[in-house]
Structures are given as C-alpha cells and as structure tokens.
C-alpha cells in the first residue's frame, strides 16, 4: 500500500493506478438500486468540487461544513475540499439546531454541504443566526428547497462552477504546497455537558495514522468494504481512508438503519462496526437458534463449541488445534457456519474492525467461533482513532483492545489513566486553549480519560475515569462493564446502570418492546399499554431472572439489584439526565 500519498491528491494518483475500476458502490438518496463509480468518475467529480469551491472563494485552511448521512457526494466534498487545502468539518446527521448552530459559529463557516431534507431544515432555521453563513449546498436532488431561500443550491449546480475545470491550475498549484501541518478536518465530540469541542486532526496525524495502520490492518485492493458507522466518526472516517489507500472497493451505507439489508445486498468482506452492532447479530443468530428445532439447536450448540476451541481455546493463543479438531471445525465452518455468515451477507468475510465501546466477552467469543474475525481495537478522534488493536493471525487474548499501533507510546498514570504521545495524537481543541492545556500531562502526554493496564504487550481498559461509580458502601463500580454483560440479553435494548452514592446497583432499562409483547402474548400475560406491560409482575420475574444468569460472573457488589423497565426509548444515554428525568423511578428502586 502506498500511504506516502498526500490526501489532497489521494483519489487522483489513484485513479491513475486504477483507472475505470469500480471505487464506490452506492445507492442514490432514497433509491434501492446498487450503482456504482470509477476511480476516474469520482477523480473528475473531486476536481470540479475543488474548482467549484475556489470559484466561491474558498481559501487555504477554510473550514467547510459537512452535515449529511454518508455520501458519495460526502466523499466528493472531503477530498475536493483538500484538493485546495480546506478544512472540512463533520456534523454528525442527527445533530440538533443547536448543535449546528454553535459548530458553524464556532469555526466560522460560510458554506455548509448538507444531505436530505431533515438537514436542510434544520440548516435553515438557523441560517439567519449564524452570520458567517453564506450558502446550503444540498446533496439530495429530491429536497424541497423553500422558494423564500435564495441562499440554498443543489449539489448539482455547485458543481456548474467547476465545469471544465476553470481553476484546475491554480488547484494543483495548492496541492504542490499542502503539507503535514495543513488542518484536514476539525471533529466535534458530543460532550455529555456543555457544547461540543472541536478536536483538530492534521495531515501528519492521517498520514502517520495511515503509515501505522497499514502495518497490522490487512485491507486489500480486493476487499469490499461496508461503510456503516457515520463518516464524522473518527473510526469510520480513518478506516475508509485507510481502504482509499488500500485500493478497495467501498460500500457506502447512507442509512445506518438498513445496513444488514445493504450487507445481504452487496457482500463487503470488511466492515468497522461498534459493539453494538455484533450483539444485535449474535441476538438474531440466537433468537433464531432458539426458535430451531431440538436437532438444529444440538447441532447449532455442537458446532459452536467446537468453533470455540478451535478459534478461542487454540488459534488465540497461538496454539496449533488438534489435527481432529481441525478437520472437525473445517467441515462445520462450511456448512453450519457459512450458512450463519451467508444470512449475514458475510459469505467472504476478511475481518472486521470493532470499537467504540466495551465488546462483551461473550460476543466476541461468539463472533470469533462462528468463523469471523473480529479485530478488538481502541482510539480516540484525539488519537485519529487506532491505539491499539489486534492484529490477525497473531495471538490475542478475549477482554484486551489489542497491541499499540507502532509510534504510540503508552504510559499508565499512579492513578490507572492511559496516557498517549506520539504522531496521531491531536494538536488540541480549535479556539480553547483552556482545554487544550488541561487534556495533555507536563511531559506531554495525552490524558484519554481512560482507565486500563498493560499485560504482556496488550493492552487491557477497565472504564473511563470519569464514569467510575462509588457505592455508598465505599466500592467502586465500572457501569458500562456491567452494561456491556447485560447488553447481550435479546430483551434489552438500552440499559442505565445506577450505583453513584447509592447503596446497591441498579439499573434503567429500555426493552426490546416486540419481543417483550410476543412473550407476554405466548405466556397469556394480558396488558393494554407498554406502561402495563414493563409493570407487569410475570414480566419483571422474568427479566430477572435473564439478568442473574448473565451477571454470575460479577462480584456481588457489582450485580444489578434491581431494575425498572421502561415504557419509553431514550434517544441517548445520558447520565447527568437520566438521573434528573428519571429521579422518581430511581428513588423508589431504593425505598426499604
């Protein structure tokens, strides 16, 4: 792979290598048929986008607004944006009004791209607040733009102002001075408090981001990669790049919501997802294995033992199986397996790069006994995503986030802290020097926020410093520890672990209502609302005990005492607002 490359001109030396070959794989907004792009269309289209936006005025270092699902056009804007040594800026597409408001205020942005008609919308309601704000630029072809709107375009006229390259000159002129200390984007991370800070992420951070990751992350010009998480995520957003440079062909998923449709669809090989997204997987493959036969479910059970020595008890821990072992797991990983991984869309799976979160033990056991493998990482958006992560084929170990990348350098603080320095760590946070000072140690050290330890080169997280609960009884509780053991109950969609100052943990969960209502229905449990369902005593019984099998392994301390189900989803998880929107519910878990 050739990482030397600089991005503003990634796509086109690309596209010299490979010319007519398919690059993105797409649908259009709203539309259902599967297109496609070459490497020479998408460097054509990256062109007029850096004429266009210099015909506007755009100048070096620039900062551009990006507030869309993921695009082709997505694609389009980051790369011709840098083609001229802009700065584009990623909103995440459900961010509110004023979440958008304070980002274009703060970074002073006159042009704003955005995808559908709820982005539009909401770009307009605060144009009018926002005075460096010059024009929306719309993706979609099919919003409505208001006729009262004269400061709003479609992505096609846009493009108009770049038609047969007018500026093509003084672009490559730009592109000849672009260097590693040039801002590529500024990322926004939502904070739990107060408005969001903008991580800046430069050139050097990519280009040494790209250098090390090339080195333990096998992607191919023969992969197909699935774009799932949103592109403003620094692990999607790295991660795509990465397969840019690799020369693979990319999916992108413009709606996160039918991804496993969009998968069955195209069968990527790769794919960066969160935690999450494999316990929903391993809750379907399970639901369905619940709904087998006897003789399916022995043989599911069979299969999946053995794949578990195989790929955990042997190949984890670079052991060699049993030659038996062996052949016994080959003939299962082509037939029971294969057709668990086809109903994924997965039927040529590569490997799939996972974090974001705390992966449950058991789900990345289950993922790697059914024949795929997943690739436990952890980063930040301060560190360009990678810090450590596992490498394939290599020994690694269930409950680690893998081996650091090469040039992080790792230090654990007296008080447990993960402290980061090295090439792909950010420069600071865009107009908050304040912040920036505090997040880095004396000697320079990126302080994550995160707890953890290093155990024969791997490293291992406990929780996020921050997020550690202190039991009135003196013991400290690591909430999305037990989140992540409970998240795997094909009955629980969200969960809220309470335990700050209180006596025993608890918990808030939001229920996988459709499944709770067909228990309700197969077990003649009558109810009229969700209300008298999640109170309904036969259903609680029910809940606990699912929940004290999953939580055996927790020390007593640690286990979920009670719980209240309920009737309503959260659209986040919040603690400082759940605490005070669901005060009533809480206090009464801790009544005598």
Same mark, same amino acid.
């Given at each position: 792979m ?9 796509v ?5 290598k ?6 993105? &794989?797409?649908q ?13 269309? =998408?460097?054509q289209t990256?062109?007029?986008?850096s ?8 100048k ?10 993921n695009? =082709? ?6 790369f011709?944006?840098?083609g001229?040594?802009? =700065? ?16 274009v ?6 042009y ?7 982005q ?16 929306i630029?719309?993706?979609?072809s099919?919003?409505?733009i ?6 709003? +375009?479609?992505?096609?006229?846009f ?25 590529a984007?500024?990322?926004?991370t ?8 903008? +991580? ?5 951070q ?11 992350v096998p992607v191919n010009?023969n992969d ?13 957003r790295?991660?795509?790049i990465?397969?840019?440079y ?17 998968m069955r ?6 794919? @960066? /997802?969160v935690p ?9 493959? %399970?639901?369905k294995i ?11 059970m069979?299969?999946?033992? =053995?794949?578990?020595r195989?790929n ?12 038996a072992?062996?052949?016994?797991y080959e %003939? ?5 397996f294969s ?8 039927e ?9 979160? /705390? ?6 056991e289950f ?6 493998n ?12 990678? +810090? ?20 992080i350098d ?27 000072k ?13 707890a ?16 550690l609960f202190?039991t ?11 989140? @992540?053991?409970?998240? +795997?109950d094909?009955?629980i ?26 228990y309700?229905?197969?077990?003649? &449990?009558?109810?009229? @609302? ?10 609680i ?15 007593h ?7 209240t189900?309920l009737?309503?989803?959260l ?5 400082r ?7 009533a ?7 005598e």
């Amino acid at each position: 792979m050739q990482t030397n490359l600089h991005m503003s001109v990634l796509v086109h030396e690309q596209a010299k290598k490979y010319g007519d070959r398919e690059m993105l &794989i797409y649908q259009d907004f709203g539309g259902k048929e599967w297109k496609s792009l070459s490497w020479n269309q =998408v460097s054509q289209t990256v062109k007029q986008v850096s004429n266009a936006l210099l015909n506007l005025g755009v100048k070096v270092q620039e900062n551009i607004g990006v507030f869309s699902n993921n695009s =082709v056009q997505y694609i389009e804007c980051d790369f011709g944006a840098w083609g001229i040594r802009a =700065v584009t800026i990623p909103f995440y597409a459900t961010s509110s009004e004023q979440q958008i408001q304070f980002m274009v205020n703060d970074a002073k942005i006159r042009y704003l791209f955005v995808g559908e008609q709820d982005q539009y919308d909401k770009a307009r309601r605060i144009f009018s607040l926002c005075p460096t704000m010059e024009r929306i630029i719309v993706f979609d072809s099919s919003v409505h733009i208001s006729s009262h709107d004269p400061n709003a +375009v479609y992505f096609s006229d846009f493009l108009k102002l770049g038609e047969n390259l007018p500026r093509q000159t003084e672009a490559e002129k730009l592109q000849q001075e672009a260097n590693d200390d040039d801002i590529a984007n500024i990322l926004y991370t939502s904070g739990t408090t107060g408005d969001s800070k903008g +991580v800046i992420l430069t050139h050097g951070q990519f280009h040494a981001a790209m250098v090390a990751n090339d080195k333990c992350v096998p992607v191919n010009e023969n992969d197909r990669i699935m774009n799932f998480l949103p592109y403003t995520h620094i692990f999607e957003r790295g991660w795509a790049i990465l397969c840019l440079y690799a020369g693979a062909r990319m999916i992108v998923n413009t709606h996160p919501q039918e991804v496993q449709q969009s998968m069955r669809d195209t069968h990527p090989t790769c794919m @960066s /997802a969160v935690p999450r997204f494999w316990e929903k997987v391993y809750m379907g493959v %399970m639901d369905k294995i619940e709904h087998s036969s006897a003789m399916q479910r022995k043989l599911f059970m069979h299969a999946y033992n =053995v794949g578990r020595r195989h790929n955990i008890e042997y190949l984890s821990k670079g052991k060699k199986p049993p030659m038996a072992l062996h052949f016994e797991y080959e %003939m299962l990983n082509r037939t029971v397996f294969s057709l668990v991984r086809k109903e994924l869309g997965l039927e040529n799976a590569h490997f799939f790069p996972t974090a974001g979160a /705390a992966v449950s033990p058991h789900v990345e056991e289950f993922v790697h006994s059914i024949g795929i493998n997943m690739i436990v990482g952890y980063g930040l958006t301060e560190s360009l995503a990678t +810090v450590s992560c596992n490498h394939l084929g290599d020994p690694w170990t269930v409950g680690s986030v893998g081996i650091p990348i090469e040039g992080i350098d790792i230090k654990i603080s007296e008080e447990g802290e993960i402290l980061l320095k090295g090439p792909t760590i950010t420069i600071g946070y865009h107009n908050r020097e304040d912040l920036t000072k505090q997040a880095f140690t004396e000697d320079g050290y990126f302080r994550t926020g995160d707890a953890g330890y290093l155990k024969d080169g791997e490293l291992f997280l406990t929780e996020r410093i921050k997020d550690l609960f202190k039991t009135s009884n003196g013991k400290y509780i690591a909430p999305q520890m037990i989140e @992540s053991k409970l998240l +795997v109950d094909k009955y629980i969609d969200q969960i809220a672990v309470i335990a700050d100052e209180r006596k025993f943990v608890s918990a808030l969960i939001i229920p996988v209502y459709s499944l709770l209502e067909e228990y309700a229905r197969d077990h003649g &449990i009558a109810f009229e @609302s969700r209300e008298q369902l999640c109170a309904d005593p036969a259903i609680i019984q029910m809940m606990k005990e699912r929940i004290d099998t999953l939580q055996q392994q927790l020390a007593h301390y640690e286990q979920v005492k009670r719980f209240t189900l309920l009737p309503h989803h959260l659209s986040k998880i919040r603690r400082r607002v759940l605490n005070e929107n669901y005060k009533a519910e809480i206090d009464k878990m801790y009544e005598e």
